[in-house]
C-alpha cells in the first residue's frame, strides 16, 4: 500500500494563480481531510469529505475549493491564490471505526509570491 | 467546544535523558487523545492514542502517555531520549463519538536532543 501520496512536493505560485493540489489514498478509507500547518499555529482544517460527493467545510475553507468524486481521490483547489496561502499543507484520511487516527501524506510546501 | 494546550513550544534534552512533553485539554465530552510526530520535512504519524481503555498508554518507540481526567493532561513521557527523537510533536483532541475528521490539534512541541 501506498497509503496517502500528495503532488507536488513543492510549489511556487505567483498571485493570482490558481492550481490543484494532489491527495489520493489507496486504503479504502471513507473520510479525507485537507489541512494547513502554519509554524506556531498547529494544523488547520481547510475542508473535509466523509465519502464521495460528500464535502463539507473546516476551520478556514476560505480561498480553497474541493470536491471528491471517487474514494480515493480528494483534489484541493486555489482559485486565485495569495500570499496568505503559503504554507504546508496535508492530506489525511480515516476511517469511522478507526477511533479517529488519521493517516497522513508527507505534504505539499506551497510558496505564493 | 474542545482544545487543546502544549505548555511548551520548545523542549530541549540530552540524550539518555527523560522527555516529558505536556499537554492539557478541554472537551464537553470523554475525549480521544493522541499524539502524533512529526520529523523534519515529513508527515505525521501516529505515537500513541488513548479511547478511554486504560489510562496508561504505551506507544512507538518507547514513549508513554498517562491520561488524568482529574488534571485535564494528556502527558507524552519516555525514559531515555534518542537523538532520533528530536522532531515536532503535537497533542490532539476528538470529543468521543464526535467525528473522526474533526481533530483539534495542539500548537506542537519542538523536542531537540543534544548529544
Known amino acids: 500500500n501506498a497509503g496517502v501520496t500528495q503532488t507536488p512536493k513543492f510549489q511556487v505560485l505567483k498571485t493570482g494563480q490558481s492550481m490543484t493540489l494532489q491527495c489520493a489514498q489507496d486504503?479504502?478509507?471513507?473520510?479525507m481531510s485537507w489541512y494547513r500547518q502554519d509554524p506556531g499555529m498547529g494544523l488547520r482544517l481547510i475542508h473535509y469529505s466523509v465519502g464521495a460527493g460528500i464535502t463539507d467545510q473546516g476551520e478556514v475553507p476560505n480561498g480553497y475549493n474541493v470536491s471528491r468524486s471517487t474514494t480515493e481521490d480528494f483534489p484541493l483547489r486555489l482559485l486565485s491564490a495569495a500570499p496568505s496561502q503559503t504554507s504546508v499543507y496535508f492530506c489525511a484520511s480515516s476511517y469511522p471505526g478507526g477511533g479517529g487516527e488519521q493517516f497522513f501524506g508527507p505534504g505539499t510546501r506551497l510558496t505564493v509570491l | 467546544a474542545q482544545s487543546v494546550t502544549q505548555l511548551d513550544s520548545h523542549v530541549s534534552v540530552s540524550e539518555g535523558t527523560p522527555v516529558l512533553l505536556r499537554c492539557n485539554y478541554s472537551?464537553?465530552?470523554?475525549?480521544?487523545l493522541f499524539w502524533y510526530v512529526q520529523h523534519p520535512n515529513k508527515g505525521l504519524q501516529l505515537l500513541l492514542k488513548y479511547t478511554s481503555a486504560a489510562t496508561l498508554v504505551k506507544g512507538i518507540n518507547g514513549f508513554e502517555a498517562e491520561f488524568k481526567k482529574s488534571e485535564t493532561s494528556f502527558h507524552l513521557t519516555k525514559p531515555s531520549a534518542h537523538m532520533s527523537d528530536a522532531a515536532e510533536y503535537f497533542c490532539?483532541?476528538?470529543?468521543?463519538?464526535?467525528?473522526?475528521?474533526?481533530?483539534?490539534f495542539g500548537k506542537g512541541t519542538l523536542l531537540t536532543v543534544n548529544p
Open positions: 486504503m479504502n478509507h471513507e473520510y
Open positions: 490532539v483532541v476528538k470529543n468521543s463519538g464526535g467525528s473522526n475528521y474533526k481533530l483539534t
Open positions: 472537551s464537553s465530552y470523554s475525549p480521544s
